[in-house]
Nanobody
Framework: QVQLVESGGGLVQAGGSLRLSCAASGRRFSNYAVGWFRQAPGKERELVAAINRSGGTSSYGDSVKGRFTISRDNAKNTVALQMNNLESEDTGVYYC?????????????????WGQGTQVTVIS
């Protein structure tokens, strides 16, 4: 098992930046593919970004491409989401999720492990 704790959320003006962090504890974190999701009030949860076990491959939701960057440091058991040029539509609770894999591949759904989330509010 792995436990995930998100941090770094907050209140920011449109056009600003935030950096979210997901800290993992438990089993070997480098065995896990990771995704960042968000859920806005009244909307379904959506995948924002995903990264494979080694950190060499990533993917992004269309609404955040070119603005968000996902990265990981397996030595520190952390995954970061750098969010730039934030928009009011980026407001929501952001969740980190992990899935243990035998292959170094991306995972975009059906994650087994989730953090409790961190609130991001973008004001215009």
């Amino acid at each position: 098992q792995v436990q995930l704790v998100e941090s770094g959320g907050g209140l920011v003006q449109a056009g600003g930046s935030l950096r979210l962090s997901c800290a993992a504890s438990g089993r070997r974190f480098s065995n896990y593919a990771v995704g960042w999701f968000r859920q806005a009030p009244g909307k379904e949860r959506e995948l924002v970004a995903a990264i494979n076990r080694s950190g060499g491959t990533s993917s992004y939701g269309d609404s955040v491409k070119g603005r968000f960057t996902i990265s990981r440091d397996n030595a520190k058991n952390t995954v970061a989401l750098q969010m730039n040029n934030l928009e009011s539509e980026d407001t929501g609770v952001y969740y980190c999720a992990a899935e243990e894999l035998g292959l170094d591949a991306l995972v975009t759904a059906n994650f087994d492990y989730w953090g409790q989330g961190t609130q991001v509010t973008v004001i215009s």
